[in-house]
Each structure stands twice: as structure tokens, then as C-alpha cells.
């Protein structure tokens, strides 16, 4: 006969653990428009799967009266489960207790839970919430997060890492989701700055609101260090519900092949695309009329407007969509375009996702701040990543592909597998109007009627130059396609390349231009 108190000691426990900092502490959390650590796992899991780990964990500290305030799981959930069918591993901070202060044993949890998911190839999931490191066990506390930092930086590559700011985050917490793949963000209730308000008021005199400084829409539209915003906890809980979705669980997974039987014909880019190359048009019709109907999850949709990414399924296969967008400075590549699509690309090519580059690009951005920006570091990022990248990649050039941007889009001389061009597609230097003021200046001086003159020279050049043949004469373009052909040669070429195999130069590593 087993004896009651044992069991009893371990029920009052897990009761103890369950009521987090207490029924007061849960109902201001809730009043704040925010869920509780435990309701977001259980939230974000498939129905019943969520399975707590250490839960026990306590902190080993008593100075500074915090032998007082000891709690079971010291202020995190952890654990793992099925999402989408799939396993998952993730931490939960709990800002009912302590305000989900970091300390030794919470690091040791979430550590833990990390070491996990890389042994069993499996994404991470950080859900933040937190006023950052706990003062009162100083150097353990910073101690903690540097073992966080490392496993981040050490998995990075190997299993998708997705961190979710649901609170504050803030001083150097700041860094754990700043080193993960993906970062999501609720409008109202999420924060992440260095230094917070009444910091900067110190020292620098400006008044700043948390809004102001870390919000969402800070980080999704002006810094680009998040990736995606959603109005609530559960709105953005189903988000990286559906990134998942589009992920491997590692960069052993190869994923779902090519289903060729599912992928339907399109015949409406004609409709879509202006053959007059002065006309914008939004990107994102192609893309979507590309991919498999109600696919394309665009990724940093609000930051760096000029080039578009995300990912599609294509016969229900996952690739990803690096894209010019005409209706953003022409599609022009800028420095923040540069890092956007460089991130991308790597994440890409860790995970073994194939590659789709839409070109219709006039140039790199031109003036005198994009230059003090560093242009030339950021837009050098975008040709590491591509040179550097092994997975399939399949370039389409619709209209413009002029200059160094021309090059840094995935061509032929990059590294691109396959560069299909439509026939309005027009490869040069630079536009027919910029080119005759260069090459053709002094004739026109010369000319009696330099309006003729210049006509003359910019209708040979566009005869020469302003067309796919001259690309596709010396093999830098494969093939110069119909637009209704897009999509069948498309998945032709990437089905083509499903056993690519290519390796990179023997070293430790590269430099990327950071």
C-alpha cells in the first residue's frame, strides 16, 4: 500500500507549480491582454501534446531575502510536444513570477530544453517575457544568458529557432532572439530595446515612450530586427504555428519532394506584368500566381519594401521567393535590401530550401545617404549569400536586370543553376537613356539636332543591348520563355536539381562583409 503523503507531496507540488505567481499576479496578466506562460504553450501545441520538463527546478540562491521567494520552475516553462504533427521544443518565460526575471536555474532550464531540440533535430521555440537578467544573483544571471547566446549561435544552421516577444525584453535579453532565425512580436504588449526609457532620458535627454523605442512597429518597419507582428498573443501563436508549417525540423530534413500532379498551370502574368517597363506593378501577384493557391507567407513584409521574400509551396514543396518590388523605389536595391535578402538566402540555404529569384531590378539605389549607409558592405552581403548558397536556385528575369544589381539577383555568374528571361526582359549595363549620354555624348554635341541624335543612339542601343538574346547567345541566360511558361519550367528546373550536389571550398570558414 503505497503511502498518501508521497503522493500528496508530489500533487502539492505540481499545484504549487501551476499556480505560477498566484492568482493575483495571473489576473493582471490577463488584464494586460496577455496570456499566462503555461496557456501559451498549451496554446501553441497541437491539443494534449505539450509536455513539461524540470518542472521542479528551483533557485539555488538565498541572498538578498530571495530564500523567500523561491518558485517551482523559477519563472519558465519548459518543454516539448507536436505541432502541426511535428516535434517541437520550446521555453516559456513566466512573468507572473519575479516578472520572469533570469536567473541561474532558469537559464539552466531553457539550456537545457535547447541541448534537446539540437540532440533530437528539432525546431526551438523562445517565447520572451521577461524584465531581464534577476539582480540579485548577479554574475549567475549574466552567466545564464551567455550560455543561452552560445547554444543559439552554436544550433544556428542545424534547427530552426523562433523567438516569440510577448512582453518586455530588454539590456542584453535582447540578444537571445536577435541570434534566432525568426522573430514574432504582438502590436500592443511586446517591447525590445538595449536601453530603456529612462536610461536614454539620463543620458541623452530624450523623452521616449516603450512603444516609441521598441515596439512592434518600430522593429517591423524602421530597424527590420523582427520578422512578423500580430495584434494579440493567439493571433501570433498561430503565426509560428504556420511558419512551422513551411519549415524543415532540421537541416537533415529534406522535406516534402516536388508533387508535380498538384501544381496548377498559370496563364495570367501577361495581365499582371507591363511589358512598358516605366509601368509598376505589385510583385506580390507574381509570386502568389506562382505559387500553390493561398501559399506565399511573405516574410518582413513592412521593412525594406523594395525587395520581397517569403515562402511557397510548390506542388507542395517549400521554396523560398527572393523578389524586386516595381512598386517600391522601382524595385531599386537599397542597403536595407541588402541585408534583408542576404539574411534570407542563408536561411534558406541552412536549411536546404530551394531557391526563386524574380528580377526586375533597375540598379542599386543611388544618393548620397545610401552611400554613408555603407550600400557597398550591405549589398555585398546579397552576392556572399548567393555565391555561397548550395541549395537549387532558379532566377526569372522579367523586365529590367541593369548593372551591379543585375549581378547581385542571382545571375548566371553568381552561382544561379538555371536563369530563365521573358522576352521583354532587357540585360545591360544600364537603361537605354543613361547609356546614351555616356557612350554617345560627344555625337551628340556634335549633332545639329541632338534630340534626333540622342534618339538614334538610345534606338541602337536598345537594339543591341535591350532584349534577352544577347544574354542568352553567350549562356548567361538558359532560356527565353513565354510568361505563361514561367511556372511549368520553373518546377522543371528545380525538380531537375532535387539531387544537387555541390561543396564549398575546404575552409573554417568565410568572411561574410557584416
Given at each position: 500500500?503505497?503511502?498518501?503523503?508521497?503522493?500528496?507531496?508530489?500533487?502539492?507540488?505540481?499545484?504549487?507549480?501551476?499556480?505560477?505567481?498566484?492568482?493575483?499576479?495571473?489576473?493582471?496578466?490577463?488584464?494586460?491582454?496577455?496570456?499566462?506562460?503555461?496557456?501559451?504553450?498549451?496554446?501553441?501545441?497541437?491539443?494534449?501534446?505539450?509536455?513539461?520538463?524540470?518542472?521542479?527546478?528551483?533557485?539555488?540562491?538565498?541572498?538578498?531575502?530571495?530564500?523567500?521567494?523561491?518558485?517551482?520552475?523559477?519563472?519558465?516553462?519548459?518543454?516539448?510536444?507536436?505541432?502541426?504533427?511535428?516535434?517541437?521544443?520550446?521555453?516559456?518565460?513566466?512573468?507572473?513570477?519575479?516578472?520572469?526575471?533570469?536567473?541561474?536555474?532558469?537559464?539552466?532550464?531553457?539550456?537545457?530544453?535547447?541541448?534537446?531540440?539540437?540532440?533530437?533535430?528539432?525546431?526551438?521555440?523562445?517565447?520572451?517575457?521577461?524584465?531581464?537578467?534577476?539582480?540579485?544573483?548577479?554574475?549567475?544571471?549574466?552567466?545564464?544568458?551567455?550560455?543561452?547566446?552560445?547554444?543559439?549561435?552554436?544550433?544556428?544552421?542545424?534547427?530552426?529557432?523562433?523567438?516569440?516577444?510577448?512582453?518586455?525584453?530588454?539590456?542584453?535579453?535582447?540578444?537571445?532572439?536577435?541570434?534566432?532565425?525568426?522573430?514574432?512580436?504582438?502590436?500592443?504588449?511586446?517591447?525590445?530595446?538595449?536601453?530603456?526609457?529612462?536610461?536614454?532620458?539620463?543620458?541623452?535627454?530624450?523623452?521616449?515612450?516603450?512603444?516609441?523605442?521598441?515596439?512592434?512597429?518600430?522593429?517591423?518597419?524602421?530597424?527590420?530586427?523582427?520578422?512578423?507582428?500580430?495584434?494579440?498573443?493567439?493571433?501570433?501563436?498561430?503565426?509560428?504555428?504556420?511558419?512551422?508549417?513551411?519549415?524543415?525540423?532540421?537541416?537533415?530534413?529534406?522535406?516534402?519532394?516536388?508533387?508535380?500532379?498538384?501544381?496548377?498551370?498559370?496563364?495570367?502574368?501577361?495581365?499582371?506584368?507591363?511589358?512598358?517597363?516605366?509601368?509598376?506593378?505589385?510583385?506580390?501577384?507574381?509570386?502568389?500566381?506562382?505559387?500553390?493557391?493561398?501559399?506565399?507567407?511573405?516574410?518582413?513584409?513592412?521593412?525594406?519594401?523594395?525587395?520581397?521574400?517569403?515562402?511557397?509551396r510548390m506542388g507542395h514543396k517549400t521554396v523560398g521567393v527572393v523578389a524586386n518590388q516595381p512598386n517600391m523605389l522601382a524595385g531599386s536595391l537599397d542597403f536595407n535590401a541588402g541585408d534583408k535578402a542576404a539574411r534570407f538566402i542563408r536561411f534558406c540555404d541552412c536549411f536546404d530550401i530551394p531557391i526563386l529569384t524574380l528580377v526586375d531590378v533597375p540598379a542599386f539605389l543611388p544618393g548620397k545617404q545610401q552611400e554613408y549607409s555603407g550600400i557597398i558592405r550591405h549589398g555585398a552581403k546579397m552576392l556572399y549569400a548567393y555565391s555561397e548558397a548550395t541549395v537549387p536556385k532558379v532566377s526569372v528575369i522579367l523586365r529590367k536586370a541593369y548593372g551591379g544589381a543585375y549581378i547581385a539577383m542571382n545571375s548566371k555568374g553568381m552561382g544561379a543553376d538555371m536563369v530563365l528571361a521573358w522576352p521583354i526582359a532587357e540585360i545591360a549595363v544600364m537603361g537605354a537613356d543613361g547609356a546614351a549620354n555616356i557612350i554617345g555624348r560627344k555625337?551628340?554635341?556634335?549633332?545639329?539636332?541632338?534630340?534626333?541624335?540622342?534618339?538614334?543612339?538610345?534606338?541602337?542601343?536598345?537594339?543591341?543591348?535591350?532584349?534577352?538574346?544577347?544574354?542568352?547567345?553567350?549562356?548567361?541566360?538558359?532560356?527565353?520563355?513565354?510568361?505563361?511558361?514561367?511556372?511549368?519550367?520553373?518546377?522543371?528546373?528545380?525538380?531537375?536539381?532535387?539531387?544537387?550536389?555541390?561543396?564549398?571550398?575546404?575552409?573554417?570558414?568565410?568572411?561574410?562583409?557584416?
Amino acid at each position: 500500500m503505497w503511502d498518501e503523503k508521497s503522493i500528496n507531496t508530489l500533487l502539492n507540488k505540481r499545484a504549487a507549480h501551476a499556480a505560477a505567481g498566484g492568482a493575483a499576479r495571473v489576473e493582471k496578466q490577463h488584464a494586460s491582454g496577455k496570456m499566462t506562460a503555461r496557456e501559451r504553450m498549451d496554446y501553441l501545441f497541437d491539443r494534449g501534446t505539450f509536455t513539461e520538463v524540470n518542472s521542479l527546478v528551483e533557485s539555488r540562491i538565498n541572498d538578498f531575502g530571495m530564500d523567500k521567494k523561491k518558485v517551482l520552475g523559477d519563472g519558465v516553462i519548459t518543454g516539448y510536444g507536436k505541432i502541426n504533427g511535428k516535434l517541437v521544443f520550446a521555453s516559456s518565460q513566466d512573468f507572473t513570477v519575479g516578472g520572469g526575471s533570469l536567473g541561474e536555474a532558469q537559464a539552466q532550464k531553457i539550456c537545457r530544453i535547447m541541448d534537446m531540440a539540437y540532440e533530437n533535430r528539432a525546431p526551438f521555440v523562445s517565447v520572451n517575457d521577461s524584465g531581464g537578467a534577476r539582480i540579485e544573483e548577479g554574475i549567475d544571471s549574466l552567466s545564464g544568458y551567455g550560455g543561452i547566446f552560445y547554444r543559439h549561435s552554436r544550433y544556428s544552421g542545424v534547427i530552426p529557432q523562433i523567438a516569440v516577444i510577448m512582453g518586455p525584453c530588454a539590456g542584453g535579453a535582447c540578444y537571445a532572439p536577435a541570434l534566432c532565425d525568426f522573430i514574432f512580436m504582438t502590436e500592443t504588449t511586446s517591447q525590445m530595446y538595449i536601453t530603456g526609457p529612462a536610461v536614454i532620458k539620463a543620458v541623452t535627454g530624450e523623452t521616449v515612450t516603450t512603444a516609441e523605442l521598441g515596439g512592434a512597429a518600430v522593429h517591423t518597419q524602421k530597424s527590420g530586427v523582427a520578422h512578423f507582428a500580430y495584434p494579440d498573443d493567439k493571433s501570433c501563436l498561430n503565426g509560428v504555428r504556420q511558419l512551422l508549417g513551411y519549415l524543415p525540423s532540421s537541416n537533415e530534413d529534406k522535406g516534402k519532394p516536388f508533387d508535380e500532379d498538384a501544381i496548377s498551370k498559370a496563364t495570367n502574368f501577361r495581365s499582371i506584368v507591363p511589358d512598358n517597363k516605366k509601368t509598376s506593378y505589385d510583385m506580390r501577384r507574381v509570386i502568389e500566381e506562382i505559387a500553390d493557391r493561398g501559399t506565399f507567407l511573405e516574410v518582413q513584409a513592412e521593412w525594406a519594401k523594395n525587395i520581397v521574400v517569403g515562402f511557397i509551396r510548390m506542388g507542395h514543396k517549400t521554396v523560398g521567393v527572393v523578389a524586386n518590388q516595381p512598386n517600391m523605389l522601382a524595385g531599386s536595391l537599397d542597403f536595407n535590401a541588402g541585408d534583408k535578402a542576404a539574411r534570407f538566402i542563408r536561411f534558406c540555404d541552412c536549411f536546404d530550401i530551394p531557391i526563386l529569384t524574380l528580377v526586375d531590378v533597375p540598379a542599386f539605389l543611388p544618393g548620397k545617404q545610401q552611400e554613408y549607409s555603407g550600400i557597398i558592405r550591405h549589398g555585398a552581403k546579397m552576392l556572399y549569400a548567393y555565391s555561397e548558397a548550395t541549395v537549387p536556385k532558379v532566377s526569372v528575369i522579367l523586365r529590367k536586370a541593369y548593372g551591379g544589381a543585375y549581378i547581385a539577383m542571382n545571375s548566371k555568374g553568381m552561382g544561379a543553376d538555371m536563369v530563365l528571361a521573358w522576352p521583354i526582359a532587357e540585360i545591360a549595363v544600364m537603361g537605354a537613356d543613361g547609356a546614351a549620354n555616356i557612350i554617345g555624348r560627344k555625337k551628340i554635341e556634335a549633332a545639329e539636332d541632338k534630340a534626333a541624335a540622342r534618339a538614334e543612339i538610345i534606338a541602337e542601343y536598345e537594339e543591341k543591348f535591350m532584349n534577352p538574346y544577347v544574354a542568352a547567345a553567350r549562356g548567361f541566360v538558359d532560356e527565353v520563355i513565354l510568361p505563361e511558361e514561367t511556372k511549368s519550367r520553373v518546377v522543371s528546373a528545380f525538380l531537375m536539381l532535387e539531387n544537387k550536389k555541390q561543396s564549398l571550398p575546404a575552409k573554417k570558414h568565410g568572411n561574410l562583409p557584416l
